[in-house]
T-cell receptor, first 113, second 113 residues
Framework: NAGVTQTPKFQVLKTGQSMTLQCAQD?????MSWYRQDPGMGLRLIHY???????DQGEVPNGYNVSRSTTEDFPLRLLSAAPSQTSVYFC????????????FGPGTRLTVT | EDQVTQSPEALRLQEGESSSLNCSYT??????LFWYRQDPGKGPEFLFT???AGEEKEKERLKATLTKKESFLHITAPKPEDSATYLC??????????????FGKGTKLSVIP
């Protein structure tokens, strides 16, 4: 099992550009989520999904869009990148939303100039 | 509002010097408390889940315990390879049938040979 995979590992964008961060899992997990990690702050939830076709907002959803057309994939779209979106992004998956541990991908380091 | 506070922010230990990391929390309806290890440039790696006060889990040199207000991660005779940032997260109801993780900011552990 590859677990949770993310691409790309690094990305530099100019302000206003859009891009998609890819996330895939091969554990047949129902729950998937996106977090951002900034220095001096804990991981913060951006969006999450409890199954194909079902998504919802987390703590910091503004400027991001998600969809989930399959169980395996959960891409995160930045609509119009801003310097405030410079961060490390982690995708995670779990058997279920309630009471189960989440498994994290290796992360994407994004810089917006 | 759910809160998770980890202390200390950073800890330097000599190899073999045992110590504990603290995670204090205030949540309504704790569903689970999770410990993760994060190495630089990598995603968090799951260590333990604790569900109720009095529960303990062990793995090699690590032992996690839980009370109604806090959790401790005890490190016995640490080795340099235990150096990492240790993250604590709590899961609780967050409205409309949703359960989300709230992360602490982490404790950066350095074990000196």
């Amino acid at each position: 099992n590859a677990g949770v995979t993310q691409t790309p590992k690094f990305q530099v964008l100019k302000t206003g550009q859009s891009m998609t961060l890819q996330c895939a899992q091969d554990m047949n997990h129902e729950y998937m989520s996106w977090y951002r990690q900034d220095p001096g702050m804990g991981l913060r939830l951006i969006h999450y999904s409890v199954g194909a076709g079902i998504t919802d907002q987390g703590e910091v959803p503004n400027g991001y869009n998600v969809s989930r057309s399959t169980t395996e994939d959960f891409p995160l779209r930045l609509l119009s990148a801003a310097p405030s979106q410079t961060s490390v992004y982690f995708c995670a998956s779990s058997y279920s939303m309630r009471g189960y541990e989440q498994y994290f991908g290796p992360g994407t380091r994004l810089t917006v100039t | 509002e759910d809160q998770v506070t980890q202390s200390p922010e950073a800890l330097r230990l000599q190899e073999g010097e045992s110590s504990s990391l603290n995670c204090s929390y205030t949540v309504s309806g704790l569903r689970g408390l999770f410990w993760y290890r994060q190495d630089p440039g990598k995603g968090p790696e799951f260590l333990f889940t604790l569900y109720s006060a009095g529960e303990e889990k062990e793995k090699e040199r690590l032992k996690a315990t839980l009370t109604k207000k806090e959790s401790f991660l005890h490190i016995t005779a640490p080795k340099p390879e235990d150096s990492a940032t240790y993250l604590c997260a709590v899961q609780a109801p967050s409205g409309a049938g949703s359960y989300q993780l709230t992360f602490g900011k982490g404790t950066k552990l350095s074990v000196i040979p």
